[in-house]
């Protein structure tokens, strides 16, 4: 088990609000949870680039990131930024959604540099676990 805990879903459903079209299936979910049965907040999306398309995946990666806020301030967790990744298994970019801008990080991590891959994710969960330590 991992310190702090998290849970990896795919294939997950995250409709949001059809209205807005923030409905679809997720390639993965990382939630800062325990593995259990549904999905729980807080959430981070990750794309699966299709063509190794990095660059094309953002605006998908966009979209979900808005719906993993929607449905993590309906579970009452709020004024977090969001993150997300696209990757195509060998390039990894990480995004960040902050009120109403994306942030996008310039460099490139590539799998060669796993150690800064999960460093990035492990950073991602200890923001989220000092945030809730807060709240």
């Known amino acids: 088990m991992s310190d702090p805990p998290f849970a990896i879903f795919s294939g997950q459903r995250l409709d949001v609000d ?79 959604l902050k009120d109403h801008m994306t942030l996008i990080d310039q460099r490139r991590y590539y799998i060669d540099e796993v150690g800064m891959i999960l460093a990035a994710f492990g950073s991602i969960l200890g923001r989220h676990a000092a945030a809730s330590k807060l709240a």
């Open 18 to 96: 059809p209205a807005r079209g923030l409905i679809g299936e997720c390639d993965f979910i990382l939630a800062a949870t325990p593995k259990i049965p549904a999905l729980q907040a807080p959430l981070m999306t990750i794309v699966e680039a299709k063509n190794h398309d990095v660059e094309g995946g953002v605006w998908q990666c966009v979209a979900q990131m808005v719906g993993a806020r929607m449905f993590n301030e309906r579970s009452g967790i709020e004024g977090r930024a969001i993150f997300g990744c696209v990757t195509n298994g060998e390039v990894w970019q990480f995004l960040a």
